[in-house]
């Protein structure tokens, strides 16, 4: 294993492990601005002790989420010295933006959210609900617009030549609004909510089983699972149109995801298979013909590029890219199917009867988490043999101080910590879990309280 290896790698441990935590402090806080609202609208103690209880969990998923973050940007100056000399301008005001006005806004209004149920109004709190709300996702959309740069760069100009050359921005709203940067953004933010709805739902099932708080898990369960629903299929849109784009954008991407190596033809879409790169074939796969011509231009003859108008030197790892791509599809038809369920049985008015039902969303918890992830690795890897599409190469990008010995090193170290860290996420989270939200009766849950 090259230091090159190694050092993606490494940012592709610590930024997996970090991205546990975003997306669902994304999707609980619009959760979070749920609850509290229908506290304000119907003053039930209910809907108090339910927006208390998730504020204990969204309070812990930040504070990982925060300290699982830090290390990649200092991993920007200590691997990749060529990398961050050349992005420094653009990275630079796009991240700047996302500390003084995401974070700065999210931490900020945290600790009325966490401490000031009894120190300020109940509007005001509400109010400290919906701007840590929007500060998690206006986080969102700084790093979004940053990684969708080097995806689809726009609005700059290349100063100085060779170990020197850096981006400098030219038009700083061709930078935030750069051809993929919206389409990713919708995509994300839908991933998000799913995490923090699956979440929700996960947990009040397992309230529901062990025959726990069953009050606040069914009204729970409720608001999650209409997020769910509503998230899933947005996401099935917005995913659609990031295809689209990155069709015309990133068309060596999309010939990798679908393992379409014909230079240009008309396109199936594979629902699974094994790609054999020698072959340059799908191998054991099952495949819709035309399918993916018609998905991206609505006709089944139409030709698509493929693998073989690139140079080898300038193609993604096929496989990779083509499992990822398809797992991340599978789960996330499983999710809507999952949401769909959900919701009939809930109509039917048995949800909370099918105990089979409540077990598969207990463990359902782990398909946005898994799809998330499986997105990521299809966006990055499809990006690959470039860290900056058609400008910078990843082997370009490297710190030349850094030996094989130190990026191992700190593999290691990190990956002892991040395994440290997640037990102790897990045990708090289950801590918090098992004491449960404040006992409410079932007689009084329905009862206004007065702050």
């Known amino acids: 294993m090259d230091v090159l290896f190694l050092s993606r790698l490494q940012f592709a441990l610590t930024i997996g492990f970090h991205y546990i935590f975003p997306p669902m402090s994304i999707g609980l806080g619009v959760l979070l601005v749920l609850m509290e609202g229908m506290y304000l609208k119907t003053d039930k103690r209910l809907y108090h002790e339910m927006t208390k209880f998730w504020v204990k969990i969204f309070g812990l998923i930040f504070a990982i989420g925060v300290a699982s973050g830090i290390v990649m940007e200092f991993e920007f100056g200590t691997n990749w010295a060529v990398y961050s000399r050349y992005v420094g301008d653009v990275f630079g005001s796009a991240l700047a933006a996302e500390g003084v006005f995401a974070f700065f806004l999210e931490s900020g209004f945290l600790a009325i959210l966490l401490f000031g149920w009894d120190k300020v109004s109940k509007r005001m709190h509400f109010l400290a609900t919906v701007l840590v709300a929007f500060g998690a996702h206006f986080s969102a959309i700084w790093i979004v617009v940053a990684n969708s740069w080097q995806q689809t760069p726009a609005g700059f100009h290349i100063v100085g030549s060779g170990m020197d050359a850096r981006a400098e921005i030219t038009n700083f709203w061709a930078m935030v609004f750069n051809p993929s940067s919206m389409d990713r953004l919708w995509h994300v933010l839908m991933g998000a909510w799913q995490a923090g709805a699956w979440l929700v739902i996960s947990v009040s099932a397992y309230y529901l089983i062990r025959k726990k708080y069953a009050t606040f898990a069914k009204a729970s369960i409720k608001i999650a699972l209409s997020l769910a629903i509503a998230a899933s299929l947005l996401q099935l849109v917005s995913g659609h149109s990031s295809a689209i784009g990155v069709s015309k954008n990133q068309p060596s991407k999309l010939a990798a995801m679908e393992a379409h190596f014909e230079e240009s033809a008309p396109a199936p879409m594979y629902l699974f298979g094994w790609v054999n790169d020698k072959r340059q074939a799908v191998q054991f796969g099952v495949k819709i013909p035309g399918m993916l011509s018609w998905l991206v231009t609505g006709d089944p003859k139409a030709n698509i590029t493929g693998l073989h108008a690139f140079p080898p030197s300038d193609r993604p790892p096929v496989n990779i890219v083509f499992q990822s791509y398809h797992l991340m599809v599978a789960i996330g038809m499983l999710l809507i199917l999952l949401s769909l369920l959900g919701i009939y049985y ?101 009862t206004p309280r007065r702050a």
């Open 346 to 446: 809930w109509w039917r008015g048995s949800l909370f009867e099918k105990r089979w039902l409540l077990w598969i969303f207990v463990f359902a918890v782990l398909g946005p988490q898994l799809a998330n992830q499986l997105g990521w690795f299809t966006a990055e890897v499809g990006r690959q043999p470039w860290i900056v599409f058609n400008q910078l190469r990843t082997s370009q990008a490297l710190s030349e101080a850094v030996t094989h010995n130190m990026v191992l090193g700190s593999i290691i170290m990190f990956s002892i910590i991040y395994i440290l860290l997640f037990v102790l996420f897990l045990y708090l989270l289950n801590e918090k879990i098992q004491k449960g939200p404040e006992a409410i009766e079932e007689e009084t849950a329905e």
